[in-house]
């Protein structure tokens, strides 16, 4: 009698991109993010936590356990984890700092599509003058 196989659940872990290897393979890309968008400020450090945030949003809102309906496919990890100067990342994070450069934003939430709210430095301030 075979045994089924195993169940994919998608589960993004952090540490398959938090290592000196891919660190390495991202250093060209962060050396090209720093000439084309210098006050977005990216590092090897910051564009994984970027990368692991857009695949935990894109697992909880397109993937096997999300709430209908999804309105498009999930993309393939292969694409978005490419670390080559012009690949997907570069773009993911151009379109980024384009975002908050234009909306003023300081952070993106991206762990709760349905209750996102994005960070205004403006709304940060009146929120910590509302606390003290």
């Known amino acids: 009698m075979a045994l089924p196989e195993p169940v994919k ?6 540490k398959d991109y938090q290592n000196e ?3 390495g393979k991202l250093q060209p890309l962060v050396a090209a993010l720093a000439k ?3 006050d977005a400020k990216y590092d090897a450090k910051g564009l994984v936590v970027l990368l692991v945030q857009i695949l935990h949003f ?13 309105v498009c496919p999930k993309l393939p990890i292969k694409l978005i984890t490419d670390p080559a100067v012009g690949g997907a990342l570069h773009a993911i ?3 980024v700092a384009d975002i908050r450069r234009a909306r003023s934003i300081k952070a993106i939430e991206w762990q709760n599509p349905g209750e ?3 960070v205004c430095p403006e709304q940060q301030q009146q929120q910590q003058q509302e606390q003290h």
């Open 21 to 23: 290897e891919y660190y």
């Open 58 to 70: 894109q697992e909880a809102a397109l993937g096997r356990d999300a709430m209908p309906p999804r």
């Open 9 to 14: 659940r998608g589960q993004v872990h952090p």
């Open 36 to 38: 084309e968008v210098p």
């Open 93 to 95: 994070a151009l379109k």
């Open 116 to 118: 996102r709210q994005e």
